[in-house]
């Protein structure tokens, strides 16, 4: 039974007790103030392990330990869902080619120049997600084209879409959505997809305070917590991401490699001879997965429907 108490304002705070973990560990959440299972669904990871001192392998333990512990009852029901939801591109073509590529406890990074088509996708996968489930999507730029989410749903045949929306367009609001609403959100709903729209957006906007080293920090954190909501709760993460150009590289996706390293496969979208094509032809490209070769490309037409 999970021990519960009340913080000064009187709500509710589930503790972890002392039968249920590791004596040592307990007596550091003791002496750093770290009781609470809320504060390990809403404190940033590198806080976590700076405070502790414990490794990444106990943190994730604790946290995965705390959501059970405050959302019991969602369990069941996320193992029942896990074996039976194909996540989609909403794209028969894609789907057939990338076969694979959209995993369950993954983060998928979709790339490109501006108005290559990265959201009218993003909105499409939205789209798949059958009614009794839901998505979460991300903006960081501005307001989510919710007209165009309609229009694609109802072009393939969908009434219904349960796609919880939230707006950010600074660093701060981003980071506070990533690391304490979304785990709140997930944990009450039974979300199979998360989409960030985009991850780069905030960090171009303006400086961050600290510079250089405490953006990398924010980056990561945001990052490792969206994996592990991914492991946990066996949804898959889509980020969207800008194009950057390098003098020595050529165009990359933006943030570089503080961000890259913790992407699990990647996709660039690129348009293709416009000149000799119909307007809306795409290339969906493969630069990083772990079942389907890098280089594999699939030419896609936006339509209506979005991609085909």
């Known amino acids: 039974m999970a021990k519960v108490s009340k913080g000064r304002d009187g709500r509710k705070i589930t ?13 550091i959440l003791q002496q750093n103030n770290l009781n609470a299972c809320e504060k390990w669904m809403t404190l940033p ?7 502790t001192g414990l490794p990444l392998s106990d943190i994730n333990f604790l946290k995965s330990f705390a959501a059970k512990k405050l959302c019991p009852e969602i369990v069941p029901i996320l193992s029942m869902q896990e074996n039976v939801v194909d996540l989609s591109f909403g ?9 694979g590529v959209l995993k369950e406890g993954t983060l998928l990074e979709i790339w490109g120049s501006s108005g290559c088509g990265k959201s009218q996708l ?16 991300i903006s960081t730029e501005g307001i989510v084209p919710t007209s165009r989410l309609a229009e694609i749903s109802e072009a393939q045949g ?25 785990p709140l959100l997930v944990s009450v709903k039974p979300i199979k997809l998360i ?8 960090f171009r906007a303006g400086e ?9 920090q924010i980056i990561r954190s945001i990052g490792q917590q969206l994996k592990f909501l991914a492991s946990q709760y066996k949804l898959l993460v889509v980020v969207l991401n800008q194009a950057t150009d390098s003098p020595t590289k050529g165009r990359q996706p933006a943030l570089g490699m503080t961000w890259s390293y913790l992407v699990n496969s990647r996709l660039r979208i690129e348009k293709f001879d416009l000149e000799q094509s119909v307007v809306g032809s795409r290339r969906v490209v493969v630069e990083k997965a772990s079942c389907v070769k890098s280089g594999t490309s699939v030419k896609c037409t936006i339509q209506k429907e979005g991609f085909l």
């Open 122 to 137: 993003a909105l499409q996968m939205c789209v798949t997600i059958p009614s009794h489930l839901h998505s979460a999507y």
């Open 45 to 51: 990871l590198p806080q976590l392990l700076d405070q």
């Open 15 to 27: 503790m972890f007790s002392s039968d249920e973990i590791n004596s040592s560990i307990y007596n």
């Open 208 to 216: 961050v305070e600290g510079g250089g080293v405490r953006r990398a």
């Open 195 to 202: 989409i960030v729209d985009s991850i780069a957006a905030p």
């Open 158 to 182: 969908n009434t219904f879409v349960n796609c919880d929306i939230q707006t950010c367009n600074t660093v701060e609001s981003f980071s506070d959505c990533v690391l304490k609403q979304l």
């Open 91 to 99: 794209s028969r073509s894609l789907d057939e080619a990338l076969n």
